[in-house]
């Protein structure tokens, strides 16, 4: 099944992969948009349609029973007992699906919905993502009772809205994941505790993209799933080692996507990208692709966070001075999204400063937390008019950068220092610094946080 902005169209698979396209399947409706259809047992099968909602008798094609609304239905999604349905923009409706076609449950939010997502596999919840407010809410089913809600910040009149939910059971032997995308491109994920009346946990921000995106549930092995992110930088969420991992994939501006499993093609996706659709396959290797992002400077280090799946690079650019003709040179730290490869902010040193080292490490944040920071070193050069025996750097300085939720880069301390900052590391919670022919550490004691 196919759904258009104003029709629905059926396609049927031999078992040699032949394909049909029928004018008739089953009594669904055919002449409008289909949110979504489901075959809800062997006897039943579900289609929702902004004006209807129909359960068909899935052998003979029977109308079993049918729903018209008054308002429109702009999002649906079920599990095996319930329909929850977005009806006008502010109404969440619940119908029994199991037994006979029947409303069970409203409620009406002070907020615009913008998304909704319910599973079988979470029967006793479903998730809203509001429009106006940016935030998330877990709902009880049938209930509609709000079990928490968490807001994501942003403003009303941006795109920093929540466009698509999941719940997903993403890591194996661990409580279940939030996911929620953003229209900016920026992927939420939370840890959702069953247990303590769903109390959301370990949130993590992380740009996928550029715009929004929108998710689909693709089953795994051992009762995990993959998440499939559909976007100008598609990915694959899935779980290793105990941790969410996104992967890019190598089809590009995939729009959404669907399991699909016909005889002729088992375990399979259709993915409509560029206006084509496509069979795929989900190939559980994780194959190697190379990608290659033009920077225009000169690379001087390379460090990387994978807490923030961001690489921190420092750069020189060099430029002509066009009055003196002479050559000048610009240093520069940038943050680059691995999953998007593009850079995502760039902070400009100051004159005559030149990168010498990066460094990524886990420091304190002043409450007891601890997150990835970027530590700078640098060097002065001497003015030119200086001896040639004494162009050694006799000032730097080492900077901290913090990325802030936008991703963009912050500096948060900075220490003068006498000699350039060739080098390094950590040794337990101070860090150790090679100037020029020496060796110092303790200098975590020293930082001046900038106001």
Same mark, same amino acid.
């Given at each position: 099944?196919? /759904?258009?902005?104003?029709? =629905? ?18 009594? #669904? ?61 502010? /109404? ?37 993502? *509001? ?5 998330? $809410? ?9 079990? !928490? ?10 795109? =920093? ?28 994920? #939370? ?47 899935? /779980? ?11 089809? +590009? ?26 069979? $795929? ?13 033009? !920077? ?33 040179? =610009? ?9 998007? *490869? ?14 010498? $080292? ?26 030119? +008019? ?13 900077? !901290? *950068? ?48 900038? /106001?």
């Amino acid at each position: 099944m196919v /759904s258009f902005i104003d029709e =629905t169209r059926i396609f049927r698979f031999d078992p040699d992969g032949e394909v049909e396209e029928l004018d008739d399947f089953k009594g #669904f409706c055919l002449g409008e948009e289909t949110l979504i259809a489901i075959t809800l047992t062997e006897e039943k099968l579900l289609q929702v349609t902004p004006a209807r909602i129909t359960l068909i008798d899935a052998e003979g094609g029977t109308v079993l029973s049918e729903v018209t609304t008054t308002s429109k239905i702009t999002a649906a999604s079920a599990n095996h007992e319930k329909l929850v349905c977005n009806v006008g923009n502010n /109404s969440i409706v619940v119908y029994d699906i199991l037994h006979e076609l029947k409303e069970i449950k409203s409620r009406t939010f002070e907020n615009e919905i913008a998304c909704l997502y319910a599973s079988s596999a979470f029967p006793e919840i479903c998730t809203v993502g *509001f429009w106006t407010v940016a935030a998330v $809410s877990l709902l009880s089913l049938p209930g509609l009772e709000t079990l !928490i809600e968490v807001s994501l910040g942003g403003d009303t009149a941006g795109v =920093t809205i929540p466009r698509s939910v999941v719940v997903a059971q993403v890591l194996k032997n661990q409580p279940p994941s939030l996911l929620v995308a953003m229209g900016d491109g920026t992927l939420y994920t #939370f840890s959702v505790d069953g247990k303590k009346n769903y109390a959301l946990s370990q949130k993590k921000a992380i740009a996928l993209g550029t715009q929004a995106f929108y998710f689909q549930v693709i089953p795994g092995e051992n009762d995990t799933v993959s998440v499939f992110a559909a976007c100008d930088h598609p990915s694959l969420i899935y /779980s290793d080692d105990g941790r969410l991992v996104y992967s890019a994939v190598t089809a +590009e501006n995939v729009t959404n996507l669907s399991p699909f499993n016909a005889q002729a093609f088992p375990s399979s996706v259709v993915v409509l990208a560029d206006g084509e659709l496509k069979i $795929s396959n989900v190939d559980p290797a994780r194959n190697i692709h190379v990608k290659t992002l033009s !920077i225009g400077d000169v690379v001087r280090r390379v460090s990387y966070s994978r807490e923030r799946q961001t690489y921190g690079i420092v750069t020189i650019h060099s430029s002509i001075e066009v009055s003196t003709g002479e050559e000048r040179y =610009t240093c520069y730290v940038r943050a680059v999204d691995d999953a998007e *490869f593009a850079v995502m902010d760039s902070y400009e040193l100051r004159e005559r400063e030149l990168v010498e $080292s990066i460094l990524c490490a886990r420091l304190d944040n002043g409450d007891g937390t601890k997150n990835d920071k970027f530590l700078v070193g640098t060097g002065f050069q001497p003015d030119a +008019e200086d001896d040639d025996e004494d162009l050694e750097c006799k000032e730097g300085r080492m900077l !901290i *950068f913090e990325l802030s939720e936008d991703r963009k880069l912050k500096l948060a301390a900075e220490l003068k220092v006498k000699s350039a900052v060739k080098a390094m590391d950590m040794a337990g919670d101070h860090i150790v610094v090679a100037l020029n022919k020496t060796v110092s550490s303790n200098f975590i004691i020293a930082l001046v946080p900038i /106001s």
